[in-house]
């Protein structure tokens, strides 16, 4: 999936401001006054940009546990150490207390990540410039080696959401998201199949209906199964990518975001839409339309793939049981001005195309 590599990266950065909804903050880089011609600027701009709020509000902080050999008593003694002390004849107490401290796994990482982008050879001047700056307030912070983190296991609460966005971007800074080719080109690396990239996107055009169609509902919903019994037992639960919903409530427009190195399947030289797929969007749009019962509604579906460049491209409508099923690719290889135009499309014709505001 071979791209251009300045508009890739400059819609990459599009895609990561609507998924966090960080359009307003970063507004010179999206309406073009700043050129990004690798991947690693870009991260490093954005990191910085991010930090220079964060340190602002101050680095978050959490107890630790410390142990010190001080005069006065502070927090709990620690009467094992005091006692030893005392035999080696020095006249201090041994204290344990909680202290706050900046020098945890959140700061750990960003820190680890601001010295690999000072470290790589592509990082312009001006941007580890402003790195070295910020870096100064992580003196007290211990590094971390980011290949062995598990990102998984990285949770947030109230006190540190703020640092959501700057985890991710380190994230994507560890794992390479993007890597060259021979050509000079960039492509997507081992993010093609995996849960980083097709996130991202799902994410993404969320993001962009959310703030760009404020008349539309734009959520992540979940649609309940239709049981004759009540009993559901061991059925998993249909968490939807986007759907979106008129105010009313009577039209609905299920999303399943896609973003693979092919979308198409080949079997015994026959190629054709992936089963799974088809599938999926299918059974999320049976159960909707089944719930409005008798009220007049209209539910459809849509597989909405980022494109490749495989000779076939899927673009496709079927009427299937009653209701509308697409299957339609969105070209990230634009500019974002004729991506905003597919999606604004996508909305038009569904909803006010239909009448149904």
Request: hydrophobic residues 35%.
């Amino acid at each position: 999936m071979t791209k251009n590599k300045n508009i890739l990266i400059k819609n990459i950065y599009y895609m990561l401001a609507y998924a966090f909804q960080k359009v307003e903050r970063f507004e010179d880089i999206l309406s073009g006054t700043e050129a990004f011609d690798n991947i690693q600027n870009l991260f490093a701009a954005i990191l910085s940009n991010e930090l220079s709020y964060q340190i602002k509000r101050g680095l978050y902080q959490e107890y630790v546990n410390k142990t010190e050999n001080i005069y006065k008593i502070r927090g709990r003694i620690d009467i094992s150490g005091t006692m030893q002390n005392k035999i080696i004849r020095k006249n201090i107490i041994s204290c344990r207390f909680d202290e706050l401290s900046a020098d945890n796994i959140f700061n750990r990482i960003i820190k680890s990540a601001m010295l690999l982008l000072l470290r790589h050879t592509d990082v312009a001047n001006k941007y580890k410039d402003k790195l070295k700056k910020e870096l100064l307030y992580f003196s007290g912070v211990s590094g971390i080696e980011l290949k062995k983190i598990n990102w998984s296991h990285i949770h947030f609460e109230r006190n540190n959401y703020s640092y959501k966005f700057l985890i991710t971007i380190c994230q994507l800074i560890a794992e390479d998201m993007l890597m060259t080719t021979d050509d000079g080109n960039y492509k997507l690396a081992n993010f093609f199949d995996g849960k980083h990239i097709n996130k991202l996107y799902e994410k993404f055009i969320l993001g962009y209906y959310r703030r760009e169609h404020p008349g539309i509902n734009a959520s992540a919903a979940k649609i309940p199964w239709v049981i004759d019994d009540g009993n559901n037992g061991l059925l998993p639960e249909m968490h939807t990518d986007i759907t979106l919903q008129n105010k009313k409530g009577d039209v609905v427009l299920i999303i399943d975001a896609k973003f693979y190195s092919h979308t198409m399947q080949e079997h015994f030289n026959v190629i054709s839409q992936k089963s799974n797929n088809i599938y999926q969007i299918f059974t999320y749009v049976k159960n909707k339309d089944y719930a409005f019962g008798n009220i007049p509604h209209v539910v459809s579906g849509m597989l909405l793939y980022a494109r490749t460049d495989e000779e076939i491209q899927p673009d496709n409508t079927y009427q299937m049981s009653g209701n509308k099923i697409s299957i339609k690719t969105l070209d990230l290889n634009k500019d974002f001005s004729e991506i905003r135009k597919q999606l604004d499309k996508i909305v038009y014709n569904h909803f006010y195309k239909l009448g149904g505001d």
